[in-house]
């Protein structure tokens, strides 16, 4: 039993002012237990109000420790440069002093936003002394949407910008209407903040197209809240912003002249997917045709072999490469890399992947009817038959083997037993023929799915039989008037030819593979089929050399010396480009190589680690709108080397 008395150990405090009751200063549960409080300010959680435990996902970092890195790139209007500071760390961002002078610092990526996951974002940076007509701005946007601060003039605001309804709309809240904490001496955290001092900016994001945006920044290690952009329960459109995965972005620019040169700086930054990330966009690859491997004219040198990359339509999508494969075609030594904006000379680029090529029904049919008959042929444990078939004779489960012409007379019941997939093999090593009017029948479960007649010579079959199974023939088959089947027959060569003929393929499942021909009631690849008096039937036709006739009204396809065009489409709607018939390659970073030998292995397969797949993420040039590339190149050691080759990739574009 749970001690409900909170005193129970007999200990008696002495009387202090600040510990009197003490007690009191503790909840307890229904079961006695002390209840701990806990006072956390607000930032403890994170956009969702968890609290920050779990461990966080970098999608993107940057840090300028020995040069300028490339994962920006710089829009320069007028006098303005960007510039590595070695002694700092940093890159500095200078303008001059004439009105339109402007230089944009934005990351080549932009960042996945993965619903019901606080998106965390950390800008550090310095800006310049406040001038008449000078704006500085460090944040979380591109040109049509996003979370920003700004100093304009000598007036801080946080910003929110919008193209939800097609224009572009900026809600800016200057600092005396921040709604948490204006940073002005009086606020929560009793700081003023000095702008002109380095500053560690912050943003989370609660998307979801409805959700809340609080921004802020952390100093003396506290992150301190300013302002939250809220927007469910208010918000009149359906969404804030178009998206929430955008690029990274800082500004300086002149709106008039103003007194002198000006320069900010950028420090460090960082995104960040709060409690994990799981990739699940839609996979998608592209590859060298099987029939065509790319070709290494020269050794030593690296020729392309796989190309992607974004649409320019569509340059703030995200596409990481998930995986690679890569097989010699040819007996040499290769090194494979995998490299990111380089250039793919000559070839096409295709926004859609259509593979087209021939189907011939007839050829495939006769593939399977052979593949089918060495089936019945390998068959074992099987059972001597007399030459006559018939009579009322039951027939069980089993395989058959007549040697010699057989003959079938009257009635064959084929008896399951019971067991609904008994199979009923016949073979015949020569000639068979069914007298009229013979018939089969199946009793305790017995289906004509799984009866096979396999007859080496000629099969004949005599007027008004009603008879169940599938019957392959080697020659010209012509059933008698008034014929009645259920099941198929194929022949290896020669005409069908039948008068009155009703029938319908079996229905079931066999035992044996018949690939194509499931859905077939006749098939021979040379030679007409016919059925002069039309009554209908149930199951496909086809020959591969001659005329069908008679059976425009059945229920099935007829297929007459045919070979199907096909197409397959992928990438319907996809955000990215291919090339695989580029030529040469130039340039590029690489991102992953290795080596193979075709005489040691199949292929090389890479499967990106999930902890390094936003470094195979494909990146753009937002300013010049240009795609880079993720290119699969390779080089061989000797002359006139083919491989193939593919990449996978996935795309997330919310």
């Given at each position: 039993?749970?001690?409900?008395n909170?005193?129970s150990?007999?200990?008696?405090h ?5 510990t ?7 909840d307890?549960n ?9 006072n956390?300010?607000a930032?403890?959680?994170d ?7 779990a ?7 940057s840090t300028h420790?020995f ?7 710089d ?7 960007s ?8 890159v500095?961002?200078d303008?001059?002093s004439a009105?339109?002078?402007?230089l ?5 990526k932009?960042?996945?936003y993965?619903?019901?996951k ?13 001038k008449?007509?000078l ?16 100093q304009a ?9 919008t193209?939800?309804?097609g224009?572009l709309?900026?809600t ?19 700081i003023?903040?000095?702008i002109?001092?380095a500053?560690?900016?912050?943003i ?9 945006v609080r ?5 003396d290690g506290?992150?301190?809240?300013c302002?939250?952009f809220?927007h ?5 459109s359906a969404?804030?912003?178009t998206?929430?995965?955008?690029p ?6 002149n709106t008039g002249?103003?007194s ?13 997917s709060?409690?994990?990330y799981e ?6 690859a592209?590859?060298t045709s099987?029939?065509?491997p790319?070709?290494l ?5 690296f020729?392309p ?57 007839s ?13 019945i ?5 099987t059972?001597a038959?007399?030459a006559?078939?018939g009579?009322?004779?039951i027939?069980t489960?089993?395989?058959?083997t007549?040697?010699g ?15 609904v ?17 013979a ?5 305790n ?7 096979f ?9 005599g ?9 392959i023939?080697?020659?010209a088959v ?8 259920e099941?198929?027959i194929f ?7 039948m008068?009155n003929a ?19 009631a006749?098939?021979?690849?040379s ?12 199951g496909?036709?086809c020959?591969?050399?001659g ?5 425009a009204?059945?229920?099935?396809t007829v297929y ?5 065009l ?9 955000s990215?480009?291919?090339n ?9 970073r690489i991102?992953?190589?290795g080596?193979?030998r075709t005489t040691?292995?199949?292929a090389?397969?890479i ?6 797949l936003f ?16 290119s699969?190149?390779?080089?061989s ?13 996935e795309?997330?574009?919310?």
């Open positions: 039993m749970a001690n409900l909170p005193n150990t007999g200990y008696i002495t009387y202090e002012p600040n009197n009751d003490l007690s009191k200063a503790i307890y229904p079961a006695g237990q002390p209840i701990i409080r806990v956390l300010d930032t403890a959680g956009a969702f109000g968890r609290m920050r435990v461990a966080p996902f970098t999608l993107f970092d420790r040069s300028k890195n490339d994962l920006w790139v829009s320069v209007v007028g006098t303005a440069s510039t590595f500071s070695a002694f700092e760390g940093l500095d961002l303008i001059g009105a339109g002078d402007s944009i610092r934005e990351t080549t932009v960042f996945s993965q619903p019901g606080s998106l965390l974002i950390l800008n550090s940076c310095t800006f310049g002394p406040a008449l007509n704006t500085q701005r460090v944040g979380y946007f591109g040109s049509d949407n996003g979370m920003y601060f700004e003039d000598t007036t801080l605001y946080f910003v929110e910008r193209s939800v309804t224009a709309v900026e800016r809240v200057i600092q005396s209407e921040w709604n948490i904490d204006k940073l002005d001496g009086v606020g929560k955290s009793g003023i903040i000095d002109s001092k500053q560690l900016m912050w989370d994001i609660e998307w979801l197209g409805s959700g809340t921004l802020g920044f952390v100093i506290k992150f301190i809240h302002h939250s809220h469910a329960n208010l918000s009149q969404t804030y912003t998206t929430a995965s955008l990274l972005r800082q500004e300086i620019f002249i103003t002198g040169n000006s320069k900010s700086k950028q420090i460090c930054a960082t995104v960040i709060e409690g994990g990739l699940s966009g839609r996979q998608q592209v590859g099987i029939t065509g790319k070709q004219p020269m050794a030593g040198k020729y072999v796989v190309s992607i990359r974004l649409k320019s339509s569509r340059l703030d999508a995200i596409a990481i490469i998930s995986a690679m494969n890569i097989m010699g075609a040819s007996n040499h030594n290769f090194k494979w890399e995998i490299r990111t904006k380089g250039l793919t000379t000559n070839g096409t680029w295709s926004a859609s992947s259509i593979q087209t090529g021939e189907y011939n029904v050829q495939q049919l006769a593939t399977d009817l052979t593949e089918l008959i060495s089936e042929e390998g068959l074992g444990a059972t038959h007399v006559a078939y009579g009322g004779e027939i489960a089993g395989t058959y007549t040697a012409a057989a003959t079938h007379t009257g009635n064959i019941v084929f008896d399951a037993e019971g067991n997939d008994a199979m009923f093999v016949i073979r015949c090593s020569a000639a068979m023929a069914l007298g009229a009017s018939t089969s029948t199946l009793i479960g017995a289906k004509a799915s799984n009866i007649w396999l007859v080496s010579a000629a099969l004949t079959i007027a008004t039989c009603d008879i169940k199974g599938t019957y023939g080697s020659g012509n059933p008698g008037d008034v014929f009645t089947l099941g198929r022949t290896k060569a020669g005409a069908i030819g008068t009703t029938y319908s393929r079996p229905i079931g499942t066999s035992s044996l593979t018949l690939g194509t021909l499931k859905t077939f006749f098939f021979t690849p030679g007409a089929i016919s059925n002069t008096v039309v009554t209908g039937g149930t496909d036709v020959t591969g050399l005329i069908i006739s008679g059976f009204n059945i229920i099935g007459s010396n045919t070979a199907i096909f197409a397959i489409t992928q990438f319907d709607n996809a990215v480009s291919f695989t018939t580029g030529t040469g390659y130039v340039g590029g991102l992953a190589s080596y193979m040691a292995q199949g090389s397969i499967n990106v680690p999930r902890d390094e470094k195979f993420q494909l990146e753009r040039n937002t300013f010049e709108l240009e795609p880079y590339e993720i699969l190149v390779c080089a050691s000797g002359d006139n080397a083919s491989v193939f080759g593919s990449l996978d990739w795309e997330i574009s919310r």
